[in-house]
């Protein structure tokens, strides 16, 4: 199995800066896409961001401009870089990876625990 840990959420004013971290452990073969999720109280969960191990990049349109996906492969940890924070980001921001365990395996969902960020005056 594959374990996803998440770090650096928190409590952030308005137009503050937060960055995320998720790190991904286990018997691991290779991982494809990392992304970031968040879900808001009374809302479904929802795309932020994802990044392909090549390093392409996929925004929500609510966050572009404001946040950044990265990922080092070679520590399989994906970061989230939120700039220009808002209220309505507020939410519980899971970690997901579609990892593989050996080479001949098909990819399986893995998902971290979730941190919260809240931003507020």
């Known amino acids: 199995q594959v374990q996803l840990v998440e770090s650096g959420g928190g409590l952030v004013q308005p137009g503050g800066s937060l960055r995320l971290s998720c790190a991904a452990s286990?018997?691991?073969?290779?991982?494809?896409?990392m992304g970031w999720y968040r879900q808001a109280p009374g809302k479904q969960r929802e795309l932020v961001a994802a990044?392909?191990?090549?390093?392409?990049?996929n925004y929500a349109d609510s966050v572009k401009g404001r946040f950044t996906i990265s990922r080092d492969n070679a520590k399989n940890t994906v970061y989230l870089q939120m700039n220009s924070l808002k209220p309505e980001d507020t939410a519980v921001y899971y970690c997901?990876?579609?990892?593989?365990?050996?080479?001949?395996?098909?990819?399986?969902?893995?998902w971290g625990q979730g941190t919260q960020v809240t931003v507020s005056s």
């Open positions: 286990g018997s691991i073969f290779s991982i494809n896409a």
């Open positions: 990044i392909t191990s090549g390093g392409s990049t």
């Open positions: 997901n990876a579609d990892w593989i365990r050996y080479s001949w395996s098909r990819p399986r969902d893995a």
